[in-house]
Nanobody
Framework: QVQLVESGGGLVQAGGSLRLSCAAS????????VGWFRQAPGKERELVSA????????YYADSAKGRFVISRDNAENTVSLQMDSLNPEDTAAYYC???????????????????WGQGTQVTVSS
């Protein structure tokens, strides 16, 4: 079983940047595809970005394309999400989640990810 801990959230002005990190323990993260989800108040949790086990395949929601970059360092057991050009609509709790290897990528449904971090809040002021 893998444990996940997110960090890097905070308050930033519109146009600013944040870098979220997801650190894994318990098992090597290289066995898992990882997704970054977000959930704003009153909204459903949505997949923002995902990366496959070796980092060779990535996915971005339309809202993230051109602004966010996902990466992973399997030697360090971490996955990061660089977020640039942030706007108030990006305000949400952000979660990293992991799922074991599957031939299907990306998997968008949050119910398909058995392992979750506790979340980190991102607030973008206008």
């Amino acid at each position: 079983q893998v444990q996940l801990v997110e960090s890097g959230g905070g308050l930033v002005q519109a146009g600013g940047s944040l870098r979220l990190s997801c650190a894994a323990s318990g098992r090597t993260l290289s066995a898992y595809a990882v997704g970054w989800f977000r959930q704003a108040p009153g909204k459903e949790r949505e997949l923002v970005s995902a990366i496959n086990r070796d980092g060779g395949n990535t996915y971005y929601a339309d809202s993230a394309k051109g602004r966010f970059v996902i990466s992973r360092d399997n030697a360090e057991n971490t996955v990061s999400l660089q977020m640039d050009s942030l706007n108030p609509e990006d305000t949400a709790a952000y979660y990293c989640a992991a799922r074991p290897y599957s031939s299907v990528f990306p998997v968008r449904g949050s119910g398909s990810y058995p392992y979750w971090g506790q979340g980190t809040q991102v607030t973008v002021s206008s």
